[in-house]
């Protein structure tokens, strides 16, 4: 996940997971917002990713191909094919980059999900906490907001954890 000015990540928790699913759809207005995924964790331990979303999804790959053919066009058709089809992958590297670290975030927190309940995990460009916070109030959730650059060390601090406990070689 990058990290910039203002961002935040809100871990809304709750005891319900049918609020977490009505707090999914309404968090998409939020002033600032990126993505979310909400996140359930049964009676037994066993975790689900319930949804996600992204703002903007799709966009690199289509800007990517549409820059790509602008310039593929001093190549004739062929140009364009070629210029539209490498500016695609360019642009879809970057969202899968995007989603790695996404599922690198959903891994770390995962430990926050409490038992036979659920979290909406939430990537805004925050300038005021009311509204986030409004939200969390309205469905019954409790809030925690980390700044991205405090999940981005928490993602690195179990990767070095995670590969510390590996064997040499693998």
Same mark, same amino acid.
């Not at 500016?87 to 969202?95: F, T």
């Not at 770390?108 to 939200?135: C, F, I, K, W």
């Given at each position: 996940m990058e990290s910039?000015?203002?961002?935040?990540?809100?871990?809304?928790?709750?005891?319900?997971?049918?609020?977490?699913?009505?707090?999914?759809?309404?968090?998409?207005?939020?002033?600032?917002?990126?993505?979310?995924?909400?996140?359930?964790?049964? !009676? &037994?331990?066993? *975790?689900?990713? @319930?949804?996600?979303? #992204?703002?903007?999804?799709?966009?690199? %790959?289509? $800007?990517?191909?549409? !820059? &790509?053919?602008? *310039?593929?066009? @001093?190549?004739?058709? #062929?140009?364009?094919?070629?210029?539209? %089809?490498? $500016?695609?992958?360019?642009?879809?590297?970057?969202?899968?980059?995007?989603?790695?670290?996404?599922g690198g975030a959903l891994i770390t927190l995962s430990a926050r999900v409490p038992d036979g309940g659920a979290m909406l995990v939430l990537h805004l460009r925050e300038r005021d906490p009311r509204p986030a916070d409004d939200l969390a109030a309205r469905h019954g959730a409790s809030v925690e907001r980390l700044s991205a650059a405090e999940l981005d060390a928490e993602i690195e601090d179990l990767k070095r954890r995670s590969d510390a406990g590996r064997p040499d070689g693998e």
């Amino acid at each position: 996940m990058e990290s910039s000015s203002g961002d935040n990540v809100l871990l809304l928790a709750f005891q319900d997971p049918e609020r977490c699913g009505a707090a999914f759809r309404e968090a998409q207005s939020l002033p600032g917002y990126r993505q979310e995924a909400s996140v359930a964790r049964g !009676a &037994g331990g066993e *975790l689900e990713v @319930l949804d996600t979303h #992204v703002r903007g999804t799709g966009a690199a %790959t289509v $800007g990517g191909g549409a !820059a &790509g053919l602008a *310039l593929g066009l @001093l190549g004739g058709p #062929v140009g364009a094919l070629l210029g539209f %089809t490498a $500016g695609a992958l360019l642009g879809n590297a970057a969202e899968q980059h995007n989603l790695e670290a996404g599922g690198g975030a959903l891994i770390t927190l995962s430990a926050r999900v409490p038992d036979g309940g659920a979290m909406l995990v939430l990537h805004l460009r925050e300038r005021d906490p009311r509204p986030a916070d409004d939200l969390a109030a309205r469905h019954g959730a409790s809030v925690e907001r980390l700044s991205a650059a405090e999940l981005d060390a928490e993602i690195e601090d179990l990767k070095r954890r995670s590969d510390a406990g590996r064997p040499d070689g693998e």
